[in-house]
Nanobody, 125 residues
Framework: QVQVVESGGGLVQAGGSLRLSCAAS????MGWFRQDPGKEREFVAA????????YYTTSSNGRLTISRDNAKNTVYLQMNSLKPEDTAVYYC??????????????????????WGQGTQVTVSS
């Protein structure tokens, strides 16, 4: 059982930035999702195990950057120009990756095997 641990959430003013981190050891493609109370969890961004491919929600409009440092077993989500509607609990998830899938990304939450507990991001107006 792999542990997926998020950090970096907090309170920020609209227009500000946050960088979320996610620690998970092993060969995993990674993804970020978010969930508002009363809403379904939605995809935010994903990155392949080798870091060569990334994929973002269509609403990101260039405000998000996902990256990873496999030497540190850490994935990052840089969020800029934050808006109040970005307020949510952000979850990191890991997808077990075979040797043939090192360059693959996944955006469906059903494809992910392990999940973190989530980190709260609150953007004030």
């Amino acid at each position: 059982q792999v542990q997926v641990v998020e950090s970096g959430g907090g309170l920020v003013q609209a227009g500000g930035s946050l960088r979320l981190s996610c620690a998970a050891s092993g060969r995993y493609a990674m993804g970020w999702f978010r969930q508002d109370p009363g809403k379904e969890r939605e995809f935010v961004a994903a990155i392949s195990w080798n870091g060569r491919r990334t994929y973002y929600t269509t609403s990101s409009n260039g405000r998000l950057t996902i990256s990873r440092d496999n030497a540190k077993n850490t994935v990052y989500l840089q969020m800029n120009s934050l808006k109040p509607e970005d307020t949510a609990v952000y979850y990191c998830a890991a997808h077990s990756t075979g040797l043939s899938d090192l360059n693959s990304v996944w955006y469906n939450e059903r494809d992910y095997d392990y999940w973190g507990q989530g980190t709260q991001v609150t953007v004030s107006s």
